[in-house]
């Protein structure tokens, strides 16, 4: 698929067709691409708001399902994470009904537009302490253990075939849980697998912990569901993590691991001497982004000046 082709998918999603289907019949590719995802969850962007103010009863009802888990798991948390937070819609409306508020809360998605509309959310909704930026669940620009609780909502759904790579992932950036909200293909029907499949969703969440040897807590249909054949199950994950220390900046460069400073309105990493973009308010901490700096800390205005003498 080339960027090029932009305008002829708009007019797919403008007649209501599936934009991953179309991308994927003509790339010939059995698993959904990193860009396919954003391109297809980019041009959807603004729908999940308008969603939820339209109906906003069942996101209620959902984050709320959502917060008793987390209010219930005992554990002190400074720090959250919703890995794939899309426009915030759960996020945001999910923090004020925590029974602990974290000081920190962060959210991050693939797609620029989405993340767009997710900080747009994130204020009017006055959530403090929030830093919402575009990155990938499978290089997850942050810290490894820097998270408190890091969870889930239909995040890693699309990436069927993927599992592993996503749970080591979000495993490494949480500090004390993993809360897996995700697709149950294991609680499905037979109708609901095939349309799972069909879809390219995912399929081995629980059996891939299982074999990787995480300590799960839970695991079981998760008590809201928007839809039948797409049933949603919980997946609780304890990390056994001893260390006391508070993180106060895990951002992390994707190509290098390096610390990621917020450096004239950039993010830019001195050991690796690559600079992040920020548009429009809103961080690309994607390692395909990496633009080489390797001056970018220097005081052009000196260097000029005494260049003239």
Not at 247 to 269: A, D, G, H, R, W
Not at 284 to 305: G, M, P, Q, S, Y
């Amino acid at each position: 698929m080339k960027k090029e082709s932009l305008n002829t998918i708009k007019k797919i999603y403008e007649r209501g067709e599936n934009i991953i289907r179309y991308l994927k019949d003509n790339e010939i590719k059995k698993n959904n691409s990193d860009e396919m995802i954003m391109i297809s969850y980019d041009f959807q962007s603004g729908s999940y708001v308008k969603d939820v103010k339209e109906n906003f009863e069942f996101n209620e009802k959902y984050t709320r399902a959502i917060s008793k888990v987390i209010n219930n798991i005992g554990v002190e948390y400074d720090s959250i994470l919703e890995a794939g937070v899309g426009e915030a819609t759960t996020l945001a409306n999910l923090i004020p009904k925590l029974a602990t508020k974290p000081k920190n809360v962060y959210g991050f998605d693939l797609a620029w537009s989405r993340i767009r509309f997710a900080k747009e959310y994130i204020e009017e909704k006055k959530i403090l302490g929030s830093h919402i930026f575009v990155g990938n669940l499978f290089n997850i620009p942050l810290a490894d253990s820097s998270i408190d609780v890091v969870y889930t909502s239909h995040s890693i759904e699309p990436n069927g075939g993927r599992e592993k790579e996503a749970l080591l992932e979000l495993f490494r950036v949480s500090k004390k849980y993993l809360v897996l909200i995700e697709p149950a293909y294991e609680f499905a029907s037979m109708e609901a697998q095939k349309r799972m499949e069909r879809h390219g969703y995912i399929k081995n969440l629980y059996s891939t912990a299982v074999s990787i040897g995480l300590n799960i807590v839970e695991h079981s249909l998760f008590d809201v569901c928007s839809n039948h054949l797409n049933p949603t199950g919980i997946l609780i994950i304890k990390k056994e993590f001893n260390d006391n220390r508070i993180v106060s900046n895990p951002f992390i460069c994707p190509v290098t691991k390096t610390t990621l400073e917020l450096i004239k309105n950039s993010y830019f990493t001195k050991d690796g001497l690559l600079v992040y973009p920020i548009i429009d308010g809103v961080p690309i901490l994607l390692k395909e982004h990496a633009v080489v700096a390797t001056h970018f800390t220097d005081d052009f205005k000196i260097i000029n000046r005494d260049n003239d003498c």
